[in-house]
């Protein structure tokens, strides 16, 4: 179970001198079952995760309509750093699209980590990339039309697309199941002309 995680915080931390043995009796690894929530808009989100095995979803709720702003496979972080922080309800919620497996990082292993040598770096890194993740995904949503963002999913994110519904998919371009369809169609279209 660890190795992901020495693995997650090489690639963001390579220098990073944190002895892991003091953290991870600390930290549970929860599974997540297809459909199930990790947490819900409105509940208080105690822990960053890490995605061990699966892949989850992060999306919020507008005039009744699901928006996914983030999918979580495998060695992506997740969850609701300000709700953690600030004792607040999370302000989206957190569902499993398939079976899923996660790392919880609670409040008592956040506080020993940050007790350590390198500990504030390694969660001011992990807190970066939450906020890098939406700023992306904010930015994408102004500046990219729909095709744009799905060309841009293709590319980034290939091995993505075969894991999750299209109806999800089509909720974090911004757009209608049934425009996604047309939208592949265009393309397909182009790309055979």
Known sequence: MYELLHSFIQQLFPQCQIDLTLVEPLLESRKVHQGEFLFREGDICDFVGLTLKGCLRTFFLKD???LTLFFHP?????GDYESLRRRRPACFSCQAIADSEVLIVNTQAIKVLETLPDGQKLLR???EDLAFQLRDCLLSLYRDSPEQRYVNFLKTEPKLLQRIPQYYLASHLGIEPESLSRLKRRLYHKEIS
């Open 64 to 66: 009744g309509k699901e």
């Open 74 to 78: 495998e060695q992506h972080t997740l």
């Open 125 to 127: 890194l992990v807190v």
